[in-house]
């Protein structure tokens, strides 16, 4: 039986030929490695604002300005947006994992790290004697405040537009 190629068939497998292995051809994929990388990156800057010193520990942790879980999620549901469309269901999606990651980013997260900060408190203060005294001291750094997930989500927008109009 002989089989008919139409112009979509082609186009397909022209695509999948030109891609490389080594660098995908998914924008969106890309969009959201990109704003997380550039996120971490900023953290090196943002904590010698704040805090006048290079801490490089900062690119590889969590918590901190800008979020790079929300610039993620951002980057990669508006780019979802723009290349599927806003009415897919990839991009609802996308949306709903977005607004879960930074609702969580700002409430559980942020709250065990202030926990996590008060424990550490606490410890601090016992006799050297007390079975505890000796614990290593819990990461305070989890979470985010509302403005570091507004940062990360304006980043993820940016990286996401930028992306659209460089591809």
């Known amino acids: 039986m002989d089989e008919v190629l139409t112009a979509a068939d082609a186009s397909s497998s022209s695509r999948s030929f030109n891609?490389?292995?080594i660098l995908p051809s998914n924008l969106p994929l890309l969009s959201a490695f990109l704003a997380f990388a550039i996120a971490q990156f900023l953290k090196l800057f943002t904590t010698w604002y704040k805090e006048r010193r290079w801490d490089s520990k900062r690119m590889f942790g969590s918590g901190g300005m800008p979020s790079s879980h929300s610039a993620t999620v951002t980057a990669l549901a508006v780019a979802i947006g723009f290349?599927?469309?806003t009415g897919t269901s990839s991009f609802a999606l996308a949306v709903v994992l977005a607004a879960v990651v930074?609702?969580?980013?700002t409430g559980v997260r942020?709250?065990?790290g202030r926990q996590a900060e008060v424990l550490n408190q606490i410890v601090c203060e016992l006799p050297t004697e007390h079975p505890l005294s000796n614990?290593?001291?819990l990461r305070e750094l989890l979470g985010h405040t509302p403005l570091q997930v507004a940062a990360g989500a304006i980043l993820g927008c940016i990286v996401a537009f930028f992306m659209r109009t460089s591809g």
Request: cysteine-free.
């Open 83 to 85: 290349h599927d469309g």
């Open 110 to 112: 942020l709250h065990a």
């Open 102 to 105: 930074m609702y969580d980013a």
């Open 19 to 21: 891609s490389s292995p």
């Open 135 to 137: 614990v290593r001291p």
